[in-house]
């Protein structure tokens, strides 16, 4: 009667476990969630034809201005024609510096304090888009949908104020709202 009860127990315990799941607590890998912005690098003399930004480095901006991290979406001061970048989903902006050939120098101050530097041509690009919380399931959770994205480039200089180093010559929005994570949303011309 012993090995009954104990069977019994084995299948119900085992019953109670399989079914307990449902087939929405699992979010599968290949669900879209939050997309990516795709920016790629165009030749401004050829505008079919890509052109790579030789040592790429971008690094994020706070709100205050301050900067974040380098992205770590692509290796880091690599020549790149395509590049993934993540927007921010708590706001509806999302502010970049982009530095061609990017290095460092390495400055000792009058403290003893050692400061880097970042060398090289620096745009700042920021993108303006609204954003739409989507559910998807209860394993996915929610989603932010990005539309009408818009962007300003070197949005610290005016035609009264220009930017002399500035690299990057011109942007178009081909798909302003991230609908399709295949192809490149953002063209840049330089």
């Known amino acids: 009667m012993k090995k009954v009860l104990a069977l019994l127990f084995v299948f119900s315990a085992s019953l109670a476990l399989f079914t307990s799941c449902e087939k929405d607590d699992i979010c599968p890998g290949d669900t879209l969630t939050t997309p990516v912005l795709k920016l790629g690098f165009y030749n401004i003399s050829n505008q079919d034809r890509f052109k790579s ?4 480095r971008v690094i994020g901006i706070n709100e205050d201005g301050t900067q974040r991290d380098t ?3 692509f290796p880091d001061r690599s020549s790149r024609t395509e ?11 999302s502010a970049f510096l982009f530095i061609k050939n990017s290095s460092d120098r390495t400055d000792t101050l009058d403290n003893g304090n050692i400061e880097y530097v970042e060398l090289g041509n620096i745009d700042t690009l920021r993108f303006n888009y609204t954003r739409q919380e989507e559910f998807i399931s209860r394993g996915c959770g929610y989603a932010v949908r990005i539309s009408e994205l818009g962007y300003n480039l070197n949005p610290d200089f005016t035609d009264s104020i220009p930017n002399d180093q500035e690299w990057i010559t011109s942007v178009f929005v081909q798909d302003p709202n991230l609908q399709h994570q295949d192809t ?7």
């Not at 930004?53 to 790429?56: G, K, M, S, Y």
């Not at 590049?83 to 902006?93: A, G, V």
């Open 184 to 190: 490149v949303h953002v063209k840049i011309y330089h």
């Open 71 to 73: 992205l770590n979406t």
């Open 83 to 93: 590049i993934d970048i993540p927007l921010r989903t708590s706001e509806s902006y």
């Open 53 to 56: 930004v030789a040592r790429l």
